[in-house]
Structure formats: C-alpha cells, structure tokens
C-alpha cells in the first residue's frame, strides 16, 4: 500500500479484508475431525456421567443401609405440643400473631401487607433505575432493606422467646430434646441411639396382678396408655430400672418436676384406697427391663 502522499505511488494489496457471501448453514465439524481430543456424546461421554451417578448413588444406599434414618417418635393425636414451623419462617409466624395481622384484620395481614411487600420487590427493579451500585449511594433501597432485615431478626427473636416462655409454663419438653436425652441415656448404657435401630420391647410384669386394674380407675391410662407405652405421657415400662418404690410413691403424690401433676387426690377421688395406691407403686417398681 501507498506510504506517501504521491498519488502516483504503486499500491501493494497485503491482505483482503473483504467478508465473503456465506454458503447458507455450515455445518460444524464431526468429533472425528479432532482425533484425540474429543469423543462421541452418545455412549461414550454419556456413559461416563451414568457410572459417576451410579457411583454416588450406591455411595447414599451403603450410607442408609449402614446408619439407618433417626426417626422421631410415633405420632401421637392425644399429645399436646405447640406448633413451630422451621426457623427460617418463624418471622412470619410471629407476624402473623400481631393485631393488625390477624383475628378481624387477618385479610389485611396475609394479603394486604404481604400483597404490597411482594409488589414492591417486583417493582423494584422498574422504579430504582439508577446506575449507582454502591449502597452508601443510593440512601432509600438501602434504607428499606437494613429496615427489613431488622424487622426479620425482631420478629424471629420474639417468636423463638414466645415459644420458650409457653414450653417453660406449660412444662412441655420439645421433642426435639427428649430424642437427645433418650440417645444419651442409651449411649450410656450402651445401646443404639438412633431410633432407626429398634430396641427389644420391655414386656409388662404381671399382668394380672390387681394394681393393673387400679392403674386404669386412677385414669393413669390417659397419659400413660392400657398398655404402659405412653401416650401423651412417657412408657412405664421399665420404670422400675429408674425409681423404687418410695420414688413412684412419692411422684404420685408430689408430682414429677413439673411435667406430672400430683394424681393421689384424684385416685383417691376415682375409688382408690391407700393401700391400693401402694401396691400400685409396688408393682410399678417391678416394671424392669429385666425382669422376667
């Protein structure tokens, strides 16, 4: 190419910058044409993601098969507890229990309020149009979220509070931590902690014995079950294995720290005598594990 301002210089073509008319749809080129690096997606490549699947997979049954699932205890429609969703909704759920969010305002709370929060998060990206990133910057977006977020912290502080102040008056024991107190008593006596595992059943002693009856008249079968195996109270079977005699006598009387209330007056009220409330604590001590 020229490199004077002569007009008259000879001009030398290096290169061709020209772009030329496509053919239509070029068709890419076959793996074939890479030899060594490349290879076939159908069975080569797809097979290998098939064996590392099935790889983990047997991974996860050898993982189920050998630490079985710990299950929670059986259900029980006579028990009573007190609902609590899952932490990460537990702001809604103390929402839901303020005045102007629920009873004759329960429309405004869970559509009204929810309805414009949501609204305003499909909105945002419309009406917060700034090129500004920096949060310091852009005072009112950054504003409404620390604001949000100090509302979720306070309202899921307030309904965990809520919720351990009715387990502390109503002396219920979560689930939850019934489960660690059963797998530390068993890790202590050496048996399977995890409920995945089942334990032998503990047979009820004498049967026949007449307290079982005087079990059923001071209505002990309401929490404790016909059976001994609990309802909305704890099995008695094995109880012998954790007190005496002198020790159910005196939970019968006295109650049991605060989760059983004293039931002498009302077997007493049911028909019972003192010496049928003591052979009643009598054959409960033998209720044990070992017994035979």
Not at 12 to 27: E, I, L, P, Q
Not at 223 to 252: E, F, N, Q, Y
Request: with cysteine.
């Amino acid at each position: 190419m020229a490199h004077g301002k002569n007009s008259k210089e000879k001009v030398v073509y290096v290169g061709d910058s020209r772009v030329k008319k496509g053919a239509g749809f070029v068709t890419p080129p076959d793996y074939t044409a890479y030899p060594g690096k490349s290879e076939a997606f159908i069975p080569n490549f797809l097979l290998k993601e098939w064996m590392v699947g099935v790889v983990v997979l047997v991974g996860f049954l050898v993982l189920t098969i050998a630490e079985p699932a710990p299950l929670w205890f059986p259900a029980n429609p006579s028990a009573s507890i007190i609902p609590m969703p899952d932490w990460y909704f537990l702001f809604l759920y103390q929402y839901l229990k303020m005045p102007y969010a629920s009873g004759d305002y329960i429309v405004l709370g869970t559509i009204g309020v929810t309805g414009v929060a949501f609204g305003s998060l499909l909105l945002a990206p419309f009406l917060d149009t700034g090129k500004e990133r920096r949060f310091y910057r852009r005072p009112i977006a950054s504003s409404l979220m620390i604001l949000s977020l100090i509302a979720c912290v306070y309202l899921t502080n307030s309904a965990w509070t809520h919720y351990k102040a009715e387990l502390a008056e109503t002396g219920q024991v979560p689930e939850n931590i019934q489960r660690e107190e059963k797998a530390a008593e068993n890790r202590a006596k050496g048996l399977p902690t995890t409920s995945g595992n089942q334990q032998q059943e503990i047979a009820i002693v004498d049967k026949e014995n007449p307290a079982m009856e005087s079990f059923k008249k001071a209505g002990c079968i309401s929490c404790h079950a016909a059976d001994l195996k609990g309802a909305s109270g704890p099995s008695l079977r094995g109880v012998g294995d954790k007190h005496d005699k002198a020790a159910i006598l005196k939970i019968i009387k006295e109650g049991f720290e605060g989760k059983m209330p004293a039931m002498y007056d009302s077997a007493i009220a049911a028909g019972l005598t003192d010496k049928d409330i003591d052979n009643l604590a009598d054959w409960l001590s033998k209720q044990k594990a070992e017994a035979k």
